[in-house]
């Protein structure tokens, strides 16, 4: 297992390199080019001067995340094929440099959605937030407009702006594409994708929807061990893997995330993980809680357990934190609570690992 931190780049995040590799066994960071939109190339020189940066603080750069997929190959309109070939020409850049994992996430429209990025709790910290009884009274437009609201000013993976300017259009045009046609469009980019992934030694790895349900009626295809199963039987392949997240999925208490990863793990089809913890408030509400099992709904050991049982090799990040101590950053990218929940899995770890080899 490879403990590695997201970092969002120079000027583009208020943790530094120095900081995320002053915490106890960091081996690197999963890193992203955010100044790109979805279907543009990440230029190679721009990906050497990144890991180059990387590297010389004494980390490594092996996951680069949100290589974002353009809204028009979820569509399948005629567009896509432009778009899938600057894919594969970021994939063959990013190997160049060493990347071994590229995670992305096939949500059509909308990426990550919380109702509150900000929800005080009582302990003082504050943390994001989901209750779909919010979301019964908001449209589309009204969810973006908030989301941005409260970025604090920072850029949100998967809110980007130019994207989503073209909410009215997009929403409209899937209004044709079901869960089926969904389907069918990312079978269509797998097959083509997948095969560069292969050649070029890197691992594709899907992100759960977040939260793991359908919104707005939009059609969803990656939030079950089911549909997960039918994506990785799309291109059979080691190079068509998981990004497991534990909070993503977990956010649907229907989703035994530890069995999740046994299933996937045996199948050899995890190519990282985001381990996060939960609590469940209600009905499609809930938290993101710290990383300590009892501060949450999901058994962190049990998490842990299943990774080393089944995908010992993975990457793993500690995911969205809470803000404690006073800190102010990106919503669900402080330090502190990262570093404290790293720490946390790390010693699980070892607890783990001493225990198997007694
Ligand atoms: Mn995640």
């Known amino acids: 297992m490879k403990m590695t931190f997201r970092w969002y780049g120079e000027g583009n995040d208020a943790v530094s390199l120095e ?129 941005a609201e409260k970025s604090g000013g920072y850029t949100l993976p998967g809110w980007e702006a130019d994207r989503l300017s073209e909410l009215d259009k997009t929403l409209e045009l899937y209004k044709d594409v079901d869960e089926d046609k969904l389907l069918e469009n990312y079978q269509y980019f797998l097959e083509q994708v997948v095969p560069v992934c292969e050649e070029a030694g890197v691992r594709l790895a899907v992100h759960p929807d977040d939260p793991a349900w359908p919104v707005f009626g939009i059609p969803r295809i990656t939030h079950t061990v089911e549909q997960f199963d039918k994506v990785l039987d799309l291109v059979d392949s080691p190079a068509n893997a998981l990004c497991l997240c534990t909070g993503s999925l977990g956010s649907n208490p229907d989703n035994d995330v530890p069995a999740a990863i046994r299933h996937f793990g045996e199948r050899g089809r995890i190519a990282a993980l985001h381990v996060r913890n939960v609590k469940y408030l209600g009905e499609r509400e809930f938290y993101e809680a710290a990383h300590l099992t009892s501060a949450g709904s999901l058994d962190m050991y049990e998490i842990m357990k299943a990774v080393y049982d089944t995908c010992p090799d993975t990457y793993i990040r500690p995911d969205h934190g809470r803000m404690i101590w006073g800190e102010k950053g990106r919503a669900g990218y402080g330090l502190y609570d990262r570093a404290l929940g790293a720490t946390y899995l790390n010693g699980l770890w070892e607890a783990i690992v001493k225990n198997a080899e007694q």
């Open 19 to 147: 900081y995320i590799k002053q915490i106890p066994g960091m081996s690197g960071i999963m890193g992203l080019l955010d100044q790109y939109a979805a279907g543009e190339v990440w230029p190679e020189d721009v990906i050497r001067d990144y890991v180059a940066h990387v590297n010389a603080k004494g980390l490594e750069c092996e996951v680069i995340e949100s290589v974002n997929v353009h809204e028009d190959i979820k569509l399948g309109l005629p567009s896509r094929d432009k778009y899938i070939e600057n894919y594969k020409t970021t994939i063959r850049n990013l190997a160049k440099y060493g990347i071994k994992v590229v995670i992305y996430n096939f949500m059509p429209v909308f990426d990550w959605l919380k109702t509150d990025l900000g929800k005080a709790l009582a302990d003082g910290s504050s943390t994001l937030y989901y209750n779909e009884e919010d979301i019964k009274g908001m449209t589309p437009q009204d969810i973006v407009r908030a989301t």
